[in-house]
């Protein structure tokens, strides 16, 4: 039996990271996998956060096709592109989907930790706690509607694949991983002074 963790072509488990900092490349393959993710959701509601995800990994990925020798890890690319040029998009780029990973996250591993915790509750508790301060009045309402629009906790984990033992060992490993990647990147935001940190 397969889970969905078997389909992406790169898990953050899989990312490496050393002194230098995050490989570059595999990040943003992970990230792609989380966002199709969302497709398992089953609601058109989630589009808003697919494309801010997607836009936002578009944007740090232009950047490394741009400079690839300057940007294999994401700190070089970020300390070069803030080094360089007066406008940082893809260091913006990072710091937004570095918020929206995080929110994700937070709400996979509350899931994941509180086995009678219905979707709905890890998703909008997850998006109080991290998302919702860097939204507008304008935004804020088309995620509340994304987070009434999520599907059945057992119909979600059903989709991610069987056996659920597998599942919920490859979800915890991958949420961790992603967790452990943010929270290194928020510290360099932080300590560089690139812009306000992820979740500043």
Known sequence: MSTYFDTVS??????????DGV???AFLEASEGLVKMFDLLGSTAFGIVQ???QGNITKVRAR???????????ESLVKNEWATEKKRTATEGLLWLLRGLNFTCTALRSSHANP?????ASFNKSYEGTLKKHHSFVVRPLFTVAMKACPYRADFYAKLGSPQEK?????GAWTAALDAIV??????????GYGKGPFA
């Open 167 to 171: 599942v919920n060992t490859e979800l």
């Open 23 to 25: 490989d570059t490349v």
């Open 10 to 19: 790169k898990s953050f488990t899989d990312v490496p990271v050393t002194e």
């Open 183 to 192: 929270k290194r990147l928020e510290a360099f935001y932080e300590k560089g």
């Open 64 to 74: 490394y096709d741009a400079k690839p020798t300057e940007s294999k890890t994401l």
């Open 51 to 53: 494309k801010d995800l």
């Open 116 to 120: 009678s915790e219905e979707l709905a």
